[in-house]
């Protein structure tokens, strides 16, 4: 609960990433001025109203070769209500994994200030479906979770917090845990119309098990940071190519298996990784 105060208090002065950009600038009837607002806006457009991005990582677990195909999609509404989808496909010991899909709505609960310096506070909730996969989870799990933005002209700051609230997982050997908090961090910056650099810093505390009667179940809470720069680069007016790499500032440690937990989901759990992607937008 402090977090969350936290979050919220901080979000006057402060901001998540460099998201969801993409307001009208206000109109003037001077041509000059319309026309240089014009320019601004375009500058400033992070992402349309529907973009779907393909991303391909290449990370390890137990010091084995993983490739993971991930694929995600964004659809913002013009009623302050967006949607979120995901999916993804792993490739691991020479078979393909099935993941977990994820199905997130959010809204636009504050947004305050002009297009190039505008504060956001988006507030979301969904859930992720089980895997029958060895790497995918297979419980069902319920996510909630608060992010803010923040712009100032050609660069952009922000902060999350994400709380993913795992069921009872239906396979056996899988380790139960408790609830899974994400914090964030991240800086992006806006060098030209083709040239974006975006670092974010990340958080996760993964909570020990309640369910006592479960065997298999995470005794005691870990947690782990990474660290992940990307370079965007504009190919075509509507299609990015991105490339970047993640690595861990404090490694994710249990006394218990922690690939039986399932934490795919989570970004850099396993390993350091690389990846490389394609954002289309509309």
């Given at each position: 609960?402090?977090?969350?105060i936290?979050?919220?208090?901080?979000?006057?002065?402060?901001?998540?990433?460099l998201?969801?950009?993409?307001?009208?600038?206000?109109?003037?009837?001077?041509?000059?001025?319309?026309?240089?607002?014009?320019?601004v806006?375009?500058q400033?457009?992070?992402?349309?109203?529907?973009?779907?991005?393909?991303?391909?990582e290449?990370?390890?677990?137990?010091?084995?070769?993983?490739?993971?195909?991930?694929?995600?999609?964004?659809?913002?509404?013009?009623?302050?209500?967006?949607?979120?989808?995901?999916?993804?496909?792993?490739?691991?010991?020479?078979?393909?994994?099935?993941?977990?899909?994820?199905?997130?709505?959010g809204?636009?609960?504050?947004?305050?200030?002009?297009?190039?310096?505008?504060?956001?506070?988006?507030?979301?909730?969904?859930?992720?479906?089980?895997?029958?996969?060895?790497l995918?989870?297979?419980?069902?799990?319920?996510?909630?979770?608060?992010?803010?933005?923040?712009?100032?002209?050609?660069?952009?700051?922000?902060?999350?917090?994400?709380?993913t609230?795992?069921?009872?997982?239906?396979?056996?050997?899988?380790?139960?845990?408790?609830?899974?908090?994400?914090?964030?961090?991240?800086?992006?910056?806006?060098?030209s119309?083709?040239?974006?650099?975006?670092?974010?810093?990340?958080?996760?505390?993964?909570?020990?098990?309640?369910?006592?009667?479960?065997?298999?179940?995470?005794?005691?809470?870990?947690?782990?940071?990474?660290?992940?720069?990307?370079?965007?680069?504009?190919?075509?007016p509507?299609?990015?190519?991105?490339?970047?790499?993640?690595?861990?500032?404090?490694?994710?440690?249990?006394?218990?298996?922690?690939?039986?937990?399932?934490?795919?989901?989570?970004?850099?759990?396993?390993?350091?990784?690389?990846?490389?992607?394609?954002?289309?937008s509309i």
């Open positions: 609960m402090k977090v969350f936290f979050l919220l208090s901080f979000t006057i002065f402060n901001a998540f990433a998201i969801d950009y993409s307001d009208s600038a206000p109109m003037i009837k001077n041509t000059s001025q319309t026309k240089v607002s014009n320019e806006k375009s400033l457009s992070w992402k349309s109203d529907l973009s779907l991005s393909t991303i391909y290449i990370g390890e677990i137990n010091s084995k070769k993983l490739g993971l195909l991930s694929v995600n999609t964004h659809v913002q509404t013009p009623f302050n209500v967006y949607f979120d989808l995901n999916f993804w496909q792993a490739n691991f010991e020479s078979q393909n994994q099935v993941g977990n899909p994820q199905f997130l709505v809204f636009n609960w504050f947004r305050f200030g002009s297009p190039n310096d505008e504060a956001r506070v988006n507030l979301y909730g969904g859930m992720r479906l089980s895997s029958k996969s060895n995918g989870s297979s419980s069902t799990d319920k996510i909630f979770g608060i992010e803010t933005t923040k712009r100032f002209h050609f660069f952009g700051l922000g902060l999350g917090y994400e709380v609230m795992p069921s009872t997982p239906k396979s056996s050997n899988q380790i139960a845990t408790g609830n899974i908090h994400r914090i964030n961090a991240s800086l992006g910056w806006m060098v119309n083709d040239i974006q650099f975006h670092f974010e810093a990340e958080n996760f505390r993964v909570s020990s098990s309640t369910e006592s009667g479960r065997s298999e179940r995470l005794l005691k809470e870990f947690s782990y940071s990474t660290l992940s720069p990307k370079l965007l680069l504009t190919l075509f509507s299609v990015n190519f991105e490339l970047g790499a993640r690595y861990g500032m404090k490694k994710a440690k249990s006394d218990q298996n922690l690939s039986q937990m399932r934490l795919m989901n989570f970004h850099g759990t396993y390993s350091n990784s690389v990846f490389t992607g394609l954002e289309f």
